[in-house]
């Protein structure tokens, strides 16, 4: 994809942020006083998939602007998708062989036709959604009126299945705790969220066609979603058994219920059930390194995907067994130019996670455990946080400074690493040489 294309992609991604936070700025849109950087802050959350919040949601937003806020989430967990798969079908004819055979590649669309796969993302999205909102407000309207329950239910589902984090309850689902319809409801939103569009497309037509096989992508993404949850689920789950403040109050079945839930949401989204700032540290630096993960490629979750992780641990296995063979999985080769595109994802996603909290370390005076933790969930588009002393996040407490480099760590970790570091440095020019080997000892 050329440097041309992706300049227009995130120009538009900044118009939706820009215009969502002038609408959240509008005097019926929100209640009291709001400063643009907050409104910044909120859209460019929402847009970005992330749940981070420096306004509690439905004290600090009318009606008007938590229906702004479910559009911009819709349109950054499908919507960006759809335009960089829009932009492809407009500007394929200028593009050459190679760059269309990137630009397929990019979007994981290779073996699809795009227009029809599209229609599959929407089709997928309205029926996932559809079928969370009835659940939900069935559990809801138990306790609140049916047009009360019909939007609580309509808004977590958007919010879970976009891993975006918002909740419209004043200590997000703290007070569902115990409510394994609610949890278990939204984890499934958020985990099928988290697969990717070309995941829960291959899985239909599996189940269409028994003789549909599925992609390597596909298998190594359900595989690693399913470790990273039970090894989630079991690690949490054992650091903070004995934690009073924690899982203190708890039986033995919600204590399993919320560890899966934490599990869930460490990854991917920004729900939380439980006080996040009694989390002991060694908890807070083990969920760092689930944020980073996030979830499948080309979905709504975030981090450097689970796909990109698999691909250098078997690279780093094959290695160090000194194979023979090339790096395979599912009997699949894989290719030295996604090994080596894993190995900069993560090298630079690291740099620009340590860079960032020892920024944010200095000039706003925070610790720096907390501080990793609300960067890497930024920039993960993850959502979850120590939190302010009350229900806001720690993003709360920062100046404007502080807010605006987390506003451009959520912005870089949603547009991506490589669209990012195109657009900046751009590509570089053919040169028919070819230098000599050098001899580098490691």
């Known amino acids: 994809m050329n440097q041309k294309t992706l300049k ?18 509008l005097p019926f849109a929100h209640h009291g006083k709001l400063a643009f950087i907050d409104a910044l802050f909120t859209a460019t959350s929402a847009t ?19 229906a702004i806020l479910v559009l911009l989430m819709q349109i950054g967990g499908v919507g960006y998708m ?3 798969s829009l932009f492809y079908l407009f500007m394929r004819k200028s593009l050459n062989i190679h760059e269309k055979n990137l630009a397929k590649e990019s979007l994981n669309y290779a073996n699809h036709d795009i227009p029809i796969f599209l229609r599959k993302v929407f089709l997928f999205t309205f029926i996932i959604e559809l079928a969370g909102t009835l659940v939900l407000a069935l559990r809801f309207s138990t306790h609140m009126s049916i047009p009360q329950a019909l939007w609580q239910g309509f808004f977590h589902s958007v919010a879970a299945f976009n891993n975006a984090g918002f909740s419209l309850f004043r200590d997000n689902l703290m007070g569902y705790q115990t409510d394994a319809t609610i949890l278990l409801t939204i984890g499934a939103l958020i985990i099928l969220g988290g697969l990717g569009y070309l995941v829960l497309v291959e899985l239909h037509a599996k189940l269409m066609h028994q003789r549909f096989m599925l992609s390597a992508h596909t298998k190594i993404t359900l595989v690693g979603t399913v470790l990273l949850l039970l090894s989630g689920t079991l690690l949490l789950g054992a650091i903070e058994w004995n934690n009073p403040s924690f899982f203190g109050h708890l039986s033995l079945e919600h204590r399993f219920l919320n560890s899966f839930f934490l599990s869930v949401n460490f990854r991917t989204s920004g729900f939380n059930s439980l006080d996040l700032s009694q989390l002991s540290d060694t908890s807070l630096f083990c969920s760092t390194i689930f944020m980073m993960i996030g979830g499948g490629a080309g979905s709504t979750a975030g981090g450097i995907k689970i796909t990109t992780v698999a691909v250098l641990i078997i690279a780093t296995l094959h290695t160090i067994k000194i194979s023979n063979q090339p790096p395979h999985a599912f009997k699949r080769t894989i290719s030295a130019e996604v090994i080596h595109r894993s190995s900069a994802i993560i090298f630079v996603a690291s740099f620009i996670v340590i860079l960032a909290t020892v920024v944010l370390v200095q000039t706003q005076h925070s610790a720096f455990l907390p501080t990793l933790f609300e960067v890497v969930s930024a920039f993960c588009t993850v959502g979850v946080s120590v939190g302010n ?6 993003s709360q407490t920062f100046d404007l400074v502080g807010k605006s480099l987390v506003v451009a760590l959520m912005l870089i970790g949603r547009m991506g690493i490589f669209a990012v ?8 020019k053919i040169k028919h040489v070819q230098y000599p080997e050098g001899r580098i000892i490691l």
């Open 8 to 25: 227009i992609i995130f120009l538009s991604y900044l118009l939706v942020v820009l215009a969502g936070a002038i609408a959240l700025m």
């Open 48 to 66: 970005c998939v992330t749940g981070l919040i420096v306004k509690i949601t439905p004290e600090s937003f009318s009606l008007f602007g938590q």
């Open 82 to 84: 759809s335009i960089v």
């Open 389 to 394: 002393g009350d229900v806001l996040s720690l």
């Open 421 to 428: 570091g195109f657009l900046i440095v751009g590509k570089e």
